[in-house]
């Protein structure tokens, strides 16, 4: 089992950059896919990245790609996602999850945080 917390989340002016952590509990942290997650309000919950468990495979959805940097440090059991030139469009609560593949589909992950707000004001 794995238990997941993010933390780093808050406010940022639009252009502005935040950097999210998802630290893990658990030896396994290493073999899972771990992905992140938003959810704006009045919105259905909707995939921003994901990360193979080396590390070598990364995934983004098309309103991210350029801005935003999906990482992880096995060694640390971290999860991490840099997020640069912030619009108010990024507004949400950010959850990481972890899952036994690598997917978009949040159907497939079996283990959430409990999120971590992130408002960009214009």
């Known amino acids: 089992q794995v238990q997941l917390v993010e933390s780093g989340g808050g406010s940022v002016q639009a252009g502005g950059s935040l950097r999210l952590s998802c630290a893990a509990s658990?030896?396994?942290?290493?073999?899972?896919?771990m992905g992140w997650f938003r959810q704006a309000p009045g919105k259905e919950r909707e995939f921003v990245a994901a990360i193979s468990w080396s590390g070598d495979s990364t995934y983004y959805a098309d309103s991210v790609k350029g801005r935003f940097t999906i990482s992880r440090d096995n060694a640390k059991n971290t999860l991490y996602l840099q997020m640069n030139n912030l619009s108010p469009e990024d507004t949400a609560v950010y959850y990481c999850a972890a899952s036994e593949v690598v997917t978009r589909s949040s159907n497939e992950y079996d283990y959430w945080g409990q999120g971590t707000q992130v408002t960009v004001s214009s």
């Open positions: 658990g030896r396994t942290f290493s073999t899972y896919g």
